[in-house]
């Protein structure tokens, strides 16, 4: 046996930014002394400024559906109508919360792999006036593929609904510009772009949304946007939040913004494009190719072969936690996350191991077209003036 590092590859949760993991460990302060009043605010401001809005960005003390939730019980009555986007689990998961909240869900379903056109949207709008809301993933980490965001927004926009936007892996892999397109609730997660473990929740909410929340009635209490938006301009959190969590997240919103949030979304978008030329080069086939997101590649196991093996391989020989396919898809696909704290070192590497692995299953493999591959984009983005 050979070392292995045990390397987290997965589209959430992600790699750890060593000096968030790091400030962890300064937890021992109390939530409601100014030890915590001087650290929050400012953690709230620069999330404000990662996320590009002049609208309020809260945070929740929960993993990401949390304040998918909280987007539907802040703005909704019961049998409100909510045209939803399913194009995969997570858009599934849109469908589910709006059942819960017994909301009248117009459900616009694409098949796995690929997204619903914006011209759907458009329709289900003519024919459903009163909707008040349009759900859909920024990029649904579930098949790799990406809605066509402004798109969308750009027709809810001209209607009373609010644009809500699941951006857990849209945030720092594309562009989103909340104020400009009109993205009225737009929702992020710790564990994804933002390079700390799971634990918290972001949700941006316009000035479109409070005016629909002021009449909304669906029972909330602990997702309360209102309560924590008041708490928040006093520099607090509504209920004890995750500190050692919120303390990381100073530290990656402080790694992000000397970064850059538009380097950040290149980062991912080469690395999503080196990931695709290397599979592709390899004759494998990618599972959502006309809409390809930027925060994970979904790509088919060979004919014949289980996903599983190849997720197997990753860990068994390379300790690299690769994601399998979710529900149906299990078997069928495996996924290279982008989003984050991954480089191109990483993505040699990974490429060489899936290299390794297929020939180790006997599939014909020419060690180093793959990775050669993404050497092709690395040194095209490398030296030249970089353009997204
Ligand atoms: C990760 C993810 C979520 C959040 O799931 P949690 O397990 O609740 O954090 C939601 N939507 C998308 C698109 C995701 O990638």
New binding site residues.
Partial sequence: MHIRKQRLLT??PTPLLPRALHAMMASDIHHRTQDFIKLYPQVLADLKEVYGTQGDVLITV?????A?EASISNFFSEGDTIVICSAGK?GE?WVDLAKAYRLNAVVLTAPYGAVVAPERVEQALRENPAAKGVAF??????TGAAHDVQAIAEITKKTGALCIV?A???LGTMKLDIDGWGLDIV?G?S??AFMIP?GL?FVSVSEKAWAQNAGAKLPRLYFDLKREKKMADKGESAWTPNVSLILALAESLKYIKSLGMDKLIENAQLLALGTRSAVTALGLELFAPHSPSS?VTAVKAPQGMDSGEIVKGFRNHFGSIIANGQGTMKGQIFRIAHLGYFDFADLFAVIAELELILHSKGIPVEFGKGVAAVQKVYAEAAFKPASV
């Fill in positions: 589209p959430g929960s993993s990401g559906t949390g998918l997570f998961r993933q920024a990029s649904e980490t579930s699941d857990i892996t849209g929702v997660g564990q994804k799971p929740a925060s």
